[in-house]
């Protein structure tokens, strides 16, 4: 019987075998899966006779072949790789933004001082100061147009936030329904490769959102954590993010932690853009269009206007202080004749105060293209960043697929192995089944 029961064995082994390589063969396709193996044990003998072969062969483990390293590398590649993508995405976005011909300060600054250099010659002629009052009105509409774009883009990102917030959430949720589901699994003895695969997977997807810690508990269960040491998810426990106003939080069983842009992923991309980038570009254009509004109007009042008339120089541009960029504006009732352009006791044609405004070109318009030129290098910087992490990250995956992904060519030759082993199996029980009738045939 031993040979019989050895034939039965092996052909039990190879049909498990058959079973596992058809069914990595099957997931081939199936984003985060995870190739299985069998690993097979020789059965013990229990007799005492020396020349006893053994009791055949058994399978004792069906082993998802997986590398923890290789994995927390896959998260945090994609996680480097999610955060430089929206840094640089949204970063590129304000650059053409303030770089767009149609806004471009320097183009409406040109204009300006164009126009107060065109009054020179004729500084009491009503043509030429006309001109002025509408160059600088295109100047102050292209300043509400940038400050109307950036308030824009913090809608966006507010809205985007919340959307990742909401995603992130599902994702814990699911991170801890599926941790109770593998205790669960792996305690009943049941094989939770499938269970195991979908954590990993939902695990990669949070991490392109934020970066994750991931620490595996002996009971098979993953707790999450967040780079600053928030929890995330605890067994079958969960958190969940929340924004108020500006406040992030991480809320886990009544306690609330605060959290900030650097958190990594994507979410961390666009909060730190929001606050490294899109607050000082704001700021930047606040202080520069509340600067030009000032310096003009500071020299207007040192001139006299067209009536000759001292200390009669207006204001030429009005701003909200708490939006300077966003406000400025020509001041309402002004005026060609308003404009103070000559000195304080000179005739109607003089234009010595008109030259001291146009001095005050260079600074201003330094002033704009250092930030042009500041955000471009940024840019690019962030760009350069952004294509070098998606080189990582390629390369994270293909490392972690040569060892975990299904390759089709060597599972067609394991086919064919389990297949000749089946085969053999059933040719030794066959041939235990003609012994046994030759025996019988004696009698």
Do not use: C
Not at 73 to 96: C, H, K, M, P
Not at 374 to 394: D, H, N, V
């Amino acid at each position: 019987m031993s040979m019989l029961s050895n034939g039965l064995s092996g052909l039990t082994a190879s049909q498990i075998a058959l079973n596992v390589v058809s069914n990595n063969i099957a997931n081939s396709n199936v984003a985060g899966y995870t190739r299985q193996q069998t690993v097979n044990s020789a059965l013990i003998s229990n007799s005492n006779n020396s020349l006893a072969s053994g009791s055949g062969v058994e399978v004792s483990a069906i082993n998802r072949i997986t590398d923890d390293y290789l994995n927390n590398n896959l998260w945090r590649s994609n996680s480097s790789y999610g955060f430089n993508q929206a840094y640089s995405d949204y970063i590129g976005v304000t650059e053409q933004l303030l770089a767009n011909e149609n806004l471009s300060l320097s183009y409406g600054m040109d204009d300006l001082f164009n126009a107060f250099n065109s009054a020179s010659a004729e500084p009491s002629s009503i043509a030429p100061r006309q001109l002025i009052i509408t160059s600088a009105e295109a100047l102050t509409q292209k300043f509400n147009s940038l400050a109307a774009n950036l308030d824009i883009q913090r809608v966006q990102i507010e809205e985007q936030a919340d959307g990742m917030l909401e995603m992130a959430n599902s994702l814990f949720s699911e991170v801890a329904t599926l941790n109770q589901e593998i205790v669960d699994g792996t305690a009943q003895g049941a094989n939770v490769s499938a269970l195991l695969d979908q954590r990993d997977e939902t695990v990669n997807t949070l991490a392109k959102l934020m970066d994750v810690e991931v620490a595996r508990m002996d009971d098979g269960s993953y707790t999450l954590s967040m780079t600053g040491g928030q929890p995330l998810v605890l067994g079958s426990s969960y958190a969940s993010l929340t924004r108020v106003g500006n406040d992030y939080q991480v809320n886990l069983a009544g306690q609330a932690f605060s959290f900030s842009g650097d958190i990594g992923g994507e979410l961390g991309g666009i909060l730190s853009y929001e606050s490294e980038i899109l607050d000082t570009t704001e700021a930047s254009l606040n202080q520069l269009a509340q600067d030009l509004a000032d310096d003009i109007n500071n020299q207007l009042a040192l001139g006299q206007d067209i009536n000759a008339v001292p200390g009669a120089g207006a204001p030429m541009f009005d701003y909200n202080p708490l939006d300077p960029a966003g406000s400025i504006s020509i001041a309402a009732g002004f005026e060609p004749e308003d404009l103070a352009l000559g000195a304080v006791g000179a005739g109607p044609g003089d234009n010595s105060n008109l030259s001291q405004i146009i001095a005050l070109k260079d600074g201003h318009y330094d002033t704009y293209n250092s930030l042009v030129g500041t955000l471009a290098s940024q840019s690019g910087q962030a760009a350069a960043e952004a294509q070098a992490s998606q080189s990582i990250a390629a390369d994270a995956l293909a490392q972690r697929d040569s060892v975990s992904a299904v390759n089709l060519d060597e599972e067609a030759m394991s086919l064919i192995q389990y297949q000749q082993s089946y085969q053999a199996n059933a040719k030794v029980i066959s041939a235990s089944q003609q012994l046994f009738n030759t025996l019988l045939s004696m009698f």
